[in-house]
Structures are given as structure tokens and as C-alpha cells.
């Protein structure tokens, strides 16, 4: 399904802004934000505090095609979706992410494969509440997805 189109920013001001969480991550635990649906230690890859992990802590997994979904306080407009996938040995993730602003009409944003360590995906700038990551495959023996940290927020410099 298309992306409908977003009125592009004619306002100026401190209540647009808000909108856009000033500039910071509306995904963090500590902004409201919750992860839902099938996956394994959900909230993990929301927290501030995220610099170690190993084989069996500090991140949230789901089985390939079995969503995480990140659920924001409030609709926000985002820009930008930056996550670590799990970069301890030398696996690589197939993956796409779908994104809503009510859970009823999602839009895929990125369908990618063949990837490892640090995501940034670039998408339109559009109010947003619901996101879901879904791993749909990978390489060197793993079936699931694993997230360390995940953000979203508006990059003003875009």
C-alpha cells in the first residue's frame, strides 16, 4: 500500500515542534513508549542504557515473519528509524518495517536484505504511533530477528 501524501511543514512554531518531539527519540521507555506483540524480552531495545550485551541479554527477538511492534505515547512525526541489529558474530537479517498512525492502515517503508550492525532508514516525514520491524529471513543459521536498540525520531538537518 502507498504512503498517503503529508502536508508538507508550512507552520513555524513551538507547537509543530512538539509534534516532532523536538528533534528526540519518541521510541525510548522513558518517552512512553512500549513494544507489543510476539516478541522475546519486548522492552529491551527501548531502553536508554543499552551498551552491553551478549549472547543471552540486552535485546529483544522475534521469530522471522512475527512482528515487534513499537507502540509511541502519542502519534509523532517522524523522519528517521535508527536500530542495531544484533552484530556480535556475522550473521545478516532480511527484514521490512511497517509503519501506522491507528493500527488499521500500515505502510511498509523498507524491505531490505543481506544486513548487519547499525540501521538508518530515511522515510517522508508523517505522523506516526505504531511501528513494526519483521524479520523475514537472514543468513548463517538464525531465524529470528534481534534488535539491541531501536529510536525514531524527526531529523531537522533532512
Not at 31 to 52: D, H, I, Y
Not at 83 to 94: A, C, G, H, P, S
Request: hydrophobic share 35%; net charge positive.
Amino acid at each position: 500500500m502507498a504512503l498517503p501524501a503529508f502536508p508538507q511543514d508550512t507552520k513555524s512554531g513551538a507547537s509543530y515542534d512538539i509534534s516532532r518531539n523536538y528533534g528526540k527519540d519518541v521510541a525510548s521507555f522513558e518517552n512512553g513508549a512500549q513494544c507489543s506483540k510476539g516478541c522475546t524480552f519486548p522492552n529491551v531495545m527501548l531502553r536508554t542504557n543499552w551498551t552491553e550485551y551478549n549472547g543471552s541479554t540486552g535485546y529483544t527477538f522475534a521469530n522471522s515473519h512475527v512482528p515487534i511492534q513499537v507502540n509511541f505515547r502519542m502519534a509523532y512525526v517522524v523522519n528517521t528509524l535508527k536500530f542495531l541489529l544484533w552484530d556480535q558474530d556475522n550473521r545478516t537479517y532480511d527484514y521490512k518495517i511497517e509503519v501506522s498512525k491507528d493500527e488499521k492502515a500500515w505502510y511498509t517503508v523498507c524491505n531490505v536484505k543481506d544486513k548487519q550492525s547499525w540501521q538508518e532508514v530515511q522515510i517522508d516525514a508523517r505522523p506516526i504511533k505504531h511501528v513494526r520491524l519483521i524479520g523475514t529471513g537472514g543468513k548463517n543459521n538464525h531465524s529470528q530477528l534481534h534488535i539491541v536498540k531501536f529510536m525514531a525520531y524527526f531529523d531537522y538537518s533532512r
